[in-house]
């Protein structure tokens, strides 16, 4: 069955980075996009981002530009999405998400991993 | 960016009723291609979301017949009947018009 499954949770330091990974199985990987959503304590979902597997291109979200970068290793069906200069405010559940880019939508999400940045 | 406005924020239900929450966008999503760039996300409770309805009101594979997803341009419904237990949690709407993609705010739904 399709299966996304992410890495455990991270404590970081402000200013520090993160990379959170996202293993695709269950289906070809380089036929759909990853997308990367995330929900902040007691907040609602804010798209990220996506990564089209097959050509690497990617389209990130405004607010993230330069501090965020996604990629996909092909070899391994695996994701990644690196996030640089924590702050507090990156304190956040960070889920991956199968994308299909025929319609602009995730259909299977991975179950989450917990990003705390905190001194 | 596209603005999504869910109502209401709460509902509460008694199971076997019915539930409709809103969703309405800042511009159409309607496409020329004739598909409205809508789709529904249930967040069960301590989950990750998970995929209901996909252009507006095409079911995901799995999804029971009891969601229905309705609506065009920038006016959106997602009805549930005869609401179960396991349908607790929070309903999302999401445009995927254009990027940035974007979320409504979410609507709880809990039990009576």
């Known amino acids: 069955q399709v299966q996304l499954v992410q890495s455990g949770a991270e404590v970081k330091k402000p200013g520090a980075s993160v990379k959170v990974s996202c293993k695709a199985s269950g289906y070809t990987f380089t036929s759909y996009g990853i997308s990367w959503v995330r929900e902040a304590p007691g907040q609602g979902l804010e798209w990220m981002g996506w990564i089209n597997a097959y050509n690497g291109n990617t389209d990130y979200a405004q607010n993230l530009q330069g501090r965020v970068t996604m990629t996909t290793d092909t070899s391994t069906t695996t994701a990644y999405m690196e996030l640089r200069s924590l702050t507090s405010d990156d304190t956040a559940v960070y889920y991956c998400?199968?994308?299909?880019?025929?319609?602009?939508?995730?259909?299977?999400w991975g179950k989450g991993t917990t990003v705390t940045v905190s001194s | 960016d596209i603005v999504m406005t869910q109502s209401p924020l709460s509902l509460p239900v008694t199971p076997g009723e019915s539930a409709s929450i809103s969703c309405r966008s800042s511009q159409s999503l309607l496409y020329s291609n004739g598909y409205n760039y809508l789709h529904w996300y249930l967040q069960k409770p301590g989950q990750s979301p998970q995929f209901l309805i996909y252009l507006g009101s095409n079911r995901a594979s799995g999804v029971p017949d009891r969601f229905s997803g309705s609506g065009s341009g920038t006016d959106f419904t997602l009805k549930i009947s005869r609401v179960e237990a396991e349908d607790v949690g929070t309903y999302y709407c999401m445009q995927g018009l254009q990027t940035p993609l974007t979320f409504g705010g979410g609507t709880k739904v809990e039990i009576k």
């Open positions: 998400a199968r994308f299909r880019v025929w319609g602009y939508y995730m259909d299977v």
